[in-house]
């Protein structure tokens, strides 16, 4: 099936710094989406990217759709102590409706 | 209104019992999914309905009865699960429209399983 690699797995970083990371597919997919979930709840949805080369923002949140349509990035600038928790990215193929998840990053921001 | 809504938000169940996961989404989305999670793995697809029909099961034991009754409700009949059924059980559902574009994926809070 399809592979979603995810990086990095996690990160500590100092409240206040910026963060990056992205998600690779070994296919084309034609929706991106970013998540953040909170232990024991939902995954609740950050961004969705529609379009190769696409550049969304939502607050501090930017995120973009890879030209290859094969990536997709995530940055958080000037972290918060809330932004803790694990962030995965899901990435659907144009012909099945069925979404493929990245393993996820895991943050730790120290205030 | 975005909203996905799951119950119960936890379940304790012994391995001989019967119970039912329920989700309700008034967006008149088309799709409907659960999932399964593990602690820190990503969320792990079970069925999908699209337009009140099965459409997907990735191969999920028979203990796990999926069904749809309407557009806007999804049920998991659990019945003789194990221990390591134990999990958060998602529900989400999305417009369903293959091959368009801005098919976004909704999630409810989940609901906590212990089987023991």
């Known amino acids: 099936g399809q592979q979603l690699n995810q990086s990095p797995q996690s990160m500590f970083i100092q409240e206040g710094e910026d963060v990056s990371m992205n998600c690779t597919s070994s296919s084309i997919f034609n929706t991106w989406l970013w998540y953040k979930q909170d232990p024991g709840e939902g995954p609740v949805l950050l961004i969705a990217?529609?379009?190769?080369?696409e550049l969304t923002s939502n607050g501090r949140l930017t995120a973009q759709f890879g030209i290859t349509r094969k990536d997709s990035f995530l940055n958080i600038s000037a972290s918060i102590p809330s932004d803790v928790g694990i962030y995965f990215c899901a990435g659907r193929t144009f012909f099945f409706n069925k979404f493929y998840f990245g393993s996820g990053t895991k943050l730790n921001v120290k205030p | 209104d975005t909203e996905v809504t799951q119950t119960p938000k936890h379940l304790v169940m012994g391995m001989t019992n019967k119970k039912s996961l329920k989700c309700e989404q008034h967006?008149?989305?088309?799709?409907m999914y659960w999932y399964k999670q593990k602690a820190k793995k990503p969320p792990e697809l079970m069925f999908v309905y699209s337009y009140e029909k099965l459409s997907i099961n990735e191969s999920v034991p028979s203990r796990f009865s999926p069904e749809c009754p309407n557009s806007s409700l999804l049920n998991l009949h659990l019945h003789a699960l194990q221990p390591e059924d134990s999990a958060l059980y998602l529900c989400?559902?999305?417009?369903?429209?293959?091959?368009?574009?801005?098919?976004?994926?909704?999630f409810g809070a989940g609901t906590r399983l212990s089987v023991l």
């Open positions: 967006m008149g989305h088309r799709a």
């Open positions: 990217l529609y379009k190769a080369g």
């Open positions: 989400a559902s999305s417009q369903d429209r293959e091959g368009r574009a801005k098919n976004i994926q909704y």
